[in-house]
């Protein structure tokens, strides 16, 4: 088969990305290993992703946010951060005074079904579901692609969005820092029994960090961050026990917690490719960029650079020019790296102090917090810097000072 474009990925990225170009007239092929029907209907799998004013703009241009219904969008007012016994933490409040919110909360395989919805019929795009790719070849003239099902694709472009251990990343001879934080993260859905005021919180506790994402009608997403021995035994508690356990993490300041989903874990790595882009190849979302899952800012990510190599691609299929030109390609790696790297870096940083339990680290934080509730220029930069490392809700926009 001999395609324009080949996709490989169908998660969240792979997929916007092909929106972004069903309209050029090129011939797209996304190449997924999952079923057409876990696309299509994806099961909850706990992410609630705060998505920033920038991203629900992206995704209302590719059709994509209008396809989720009101009961998907929770909104997040304001957010607090809280370090160790401290009471009030620091607060963040939209920057704009006509702001009502910071963000928005959409759970992933919402995103992802409306995602999928907005491809499914679009007659420039085909869906190869449930194979996967098994090996890439690049050279300056085509790229060709092994599937598992024994076919073979030759295309202009092949871009890879096969999530932050990607293969094609490293068959294509890309190196990327890689980092294991040695923890894992749960997620789950749980009710409240008092209000969360749309708030988000983020606390850095001892042994442990915890964040409460405001959901609709009382519930809200509960993320946990624990050594994964301590989180084994958390997994493995009956619900009245995990109840219980939850509540008394969270110091019973939002009266008894309720499961009201399944829950899910995922291992804390971040990875950053050395390069984002080869010979007629080029990564987008967690494949160029795997954020520390604690940020709220890997998906944030993945449409910026779904936005800049769609466009870079656009403006040359106008024009007559090859899609796949080096120049083309470098241009989007300086492009994404901008907009991730000093993000990446400041998230690396702080995850690492904001997770440090020594006394010296808990103590240089609680002065930071302290710091910049009362200095306005200083409480800014924190809360910047702390949207790389907190759950994100911080980035949208800036906090009153
Ligand atoms: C707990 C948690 C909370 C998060 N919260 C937020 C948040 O609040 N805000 C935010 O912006 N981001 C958040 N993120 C990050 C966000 O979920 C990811 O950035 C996003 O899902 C990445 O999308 P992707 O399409 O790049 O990769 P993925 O979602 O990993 O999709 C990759 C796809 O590629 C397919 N694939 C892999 N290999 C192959 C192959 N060889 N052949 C064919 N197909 C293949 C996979 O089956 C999968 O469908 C969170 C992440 C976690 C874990």
Same mark, same amino acid.
């Given at each position: 088969m001999n395609v324009d474009i080949a996709i490989v990925g169908a998660g969240p990225a792979g997929l916007c990305l092909a929106r972004s170009l069903a309209d050029t007239g090129l011939s797209l092929l996304v190449i997924e290993q999952q079923s057409q029907d876990a696309l299509q209907e994806p099961p909850f799998d706990g992410r609630e992703i705060a998505l920033t004013p920038r991203s629900v703009r992206i995704l209302r241009d590719l059709g994509i946010w209008q396809r989720l219904g009101p009961a998907d969008i929770s909104p997040l007012r304001c957010a607090r951060v809280l370090n160790g016994n401290m009471e009030h933490g620091l607060h963040v409040t939209p920057h704009r005074r006509d702001d009502t919110e910071l963000g928005f909360l959409v759970p992933n395989d919402r995103i992802r079904r409306a995602a999928y919805a907005s491809v499914?019929?679009?007659?420039?795009i085909t869906l190869a579901c449930g194979t996967s790719v098994e090996s890439v070849v690049l050279n300056d003239s085509i790229a060709r692609l092994h599937l598992s099902n024994g076919s073979e694709v030759n295309a202009k472009l092949v871009i890879a969005a096969d999530s932050r251990f990607s293969r094609l990343r490293r068959d294509a001879g890309i190196a990327a820092d890689m980092h294991d934080f040695g923890k894992t993260m749960l997620v789950c859905r749980m009710a409240l029994?008092? $209000?969360?005021?749309?708030e988000a919180l983020e606390w850095f506790g001892h042994a442990q960090t915890l964040a409460l994402l405001p959901l609709l009608n009382g519930e809200a997403s509960a993320v946990v961050t624990l050594p994964p021995e301590d989180m084994r035994r958390l997994m493995d508690m009956d619900e009245a026990g995990f109840n219980a356990e939850i509540g008394r993490r969270f110091d019973h300041r939002f009266g008894a917690m309720r499961l009201t989903s399944t829950r899910h874990t995922y291992p804390l790595v971040g990875v950053y490719a050395?390069?984002?882009?080869a010979e007629r190849f080029a990564l987008i979302g967690d494949a160029a960029v795997g954020m520390h $899952?604690?940020?709220?800012?890997g998906f944030n990510l993945g449409l910026r650079s779904v936005e800049a190599l769609a466009s870079l691609i656009k403006q040359a299929a106008e024009s007559g020019r090859d899609i796949a030109s080096p120049d083309l390609l470098r241009r989007y790696q300086r492009m994404h790296r901008h907009a991730t790297w000093p993000l990446y870096a400041a998230t690396m940083a702080i995850v690492k102090m904001y997770t440090n339990d020594r006394p010296i680290a808990r103590r240089a934080r609680s002065v930071l917090l302290q710091a910049s509730q009362t200095l306005s220029p200083v409480r800014y930069a924190i809360a910047r810097t702390l949207a790389a490392g907190g759950h994100?809700?911080?980035?949208p926009s800036r906090h009153r000072g």
């Open positions: 499914e019929h679009e007659p420039r029994e008092k $209000p969360h005021g749309d050395r390069r984002f882009v $899952p604690v940020t709220a800012h994100g809700v911080f980035s």
